[in-house]
């Protein structure tokens, strides 16, 4: 490492595993290693208690039973099993699916999967800030529709959709709804409930738990949401999800839970707080940004910043102590400019002037002030050298 650690700025990307975190998980990948379906010895006893722990912990957390909630690998196979077995669950062959073009590419390109195999996919648009017309959203409704599927919080601009609002049209309509919340559980309060979704995806690695594990909350209604497992095998995770569980990761997640809701009544605040100070430091010093997303419904955590006459490429390179992102991690590397962007109405090159700050448990005031200046600073320079007739 240099003179400055780098900074973490790129909390919508991954979080570090909570060192409380690390320590629950530890003993199960040694003393207590054990199969959580083995029936006949305390090893699988004690894996199957801890891996049921966890699932109320993870439960509770969205205000759910534990029987509505699914392990899997992460959020991008919860969706999938969401999306691809709710459609095959459903012996619903020629009917539509209706999502946002905000979505992530988990979504979006399983729509597109579902497309190819016969569905009828429609992809809604958003207003400036990123937000679904409830309106345009009732429109688009039909006799056909089987499923909604519209995000909770916005990986890339942070905006927080209207889910009661949706979820009272779809449940009146007949049409069930599922909703990506991995950007918000465990950031925001998030209550199945009050929200009113019946599927619902999000991710351990998201609210500072382990890699490589997810959950996929189903609501148990009658009669029965149906939902046709994508992977087949021993029945695991009641015939939803076969595989041995990862009894480690579970454990993480569940710790994750727990320390996500012990926090959340006073950290989103702390986080509001320094994200706001950043943003104003950033725009009182050069004046010329525009700040992407919705101005009140979005995460605390997230700024979006478009740098007019700037390259966030450029940007990037200019101040490597400084962990950031254009657009989002997945489709970062790829010359397109990010299809979030793109949906608000932004030009190209604008899209291509945006950067993304995600703030988190471990970001500090300090850690704030110097990432304000040295944006600061690298967009003046880019901006001079512009002016100057110099290729950025
Ligand atoms: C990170 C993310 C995903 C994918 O989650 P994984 O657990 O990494 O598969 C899906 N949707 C959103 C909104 C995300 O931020």
Not at 15 to 25: G, I, K, Q, S, W
Not at 163 to 175: E, H, K, W
Not at 215 to 225: C, K
Not at 261 to 281: G, M
Request: charged letters at 20%; one cysteine or more; aromatic letters at 4%.
């Amino acid at each position: 490492m240099g003179p400055h650690r780098t900074i973490y700025l790129d909390a919508h990307a991954t979080t570090p595993v909570d060192e409380r975190v690390l320590a629950a998980m530890l003993p199960y990948f040694t003393e207590r290693f054990g199969n959580a379906a083995s029936k006949q010895h305390v090893y699988g006893w004690e894996a199957e208690a801890a891996v049921e722990g966890a699932r109320t912990e993870i439960a509770s957390l969205i205000g759910a039973p534990p029987r509505e909630i699914t392990f899997t690998s992460g959020a991008t196979e919860s969706i999938n099993l969401a999306l691809k077995g709710v459609a095959e669950g459903s012996n619903g062959g020629g009917r539509e699916i209706v999502t946002v073009a905000t979505e992530h590419r988990a979504v979006l390109d399983t729509c597109r999967t579902l497309e190819r195999r016969g569905w009828t996919v429609r992809i809604l648009p958003v207003d400036r800030h990123g937000r679904l017309s409830i309106e345009e959203l009732a429109a688009a409704l039909s006799e056909r529709t089987l499923l909604v599927s519209v995000m909770l919080a916005n990986n890339e601009i942070g905006t927080i959709q209207g889910l009661q609002a949706i979820s009272s049209i779809c449940s009146a309509r007949g049409v069930l709804l599922h909703s990506d919340a991995t950007q918000a559980v465990g950031n925001v309060p998030v209550d199945v409930n009050a929200l009113g979704v019946d599927l619902m995806s999000f991710s351990a690695h998201k609210m500072y738990g382990p890699k490589g594990i997810g959950a996929l909350y189903i609501r148990e209604t009658t009669p029965r949401i149906r939902v046709q497992a994508q992977v087949d095998g021993g029945g695991h995770e009641r015939g939803l999800r076969s595989g041995t569980a990862n009894v480690p990761a579970a454990v993480g997640f569940g710790a994750a839970a727990r320390i996500a809701r012990s926090a959340l009544p006073q950290e989103p605040a702390r986080v509001r707080d320094l994200r706001d100070r950043f943003v104003r430091l950033v725009e009182s010093t050069l004046g010329d940004v525009v700040i992407n997303g919705h101005p009140d419904f979005r995460l605390p955590n997230n700024a979006n910043i478009t740098f007019p006459g700037a390259q966030a490429d450029g940007l990037m390179m200019d101040m490597k102590d400084i962990a950031v992102s254009a657009g989002s991690a997945c489709s970062s590397g790829a010359p397109e400019p990010s299809h979030v962007l793109r949906a608000l109405g932004l030009a190209p090159e604008l899209a291509r002037a945006t950067l993304r700050f995600g703030l988190g448990r471990l970001t500090t005031e300090a850690d704030i002030v110097y990432a304000a200046e040295r944006v600061a600073d690298v967009v003046m320079k880019q901006r001079e050298r512009r002016i100057a007739g110099v290729p950025a």
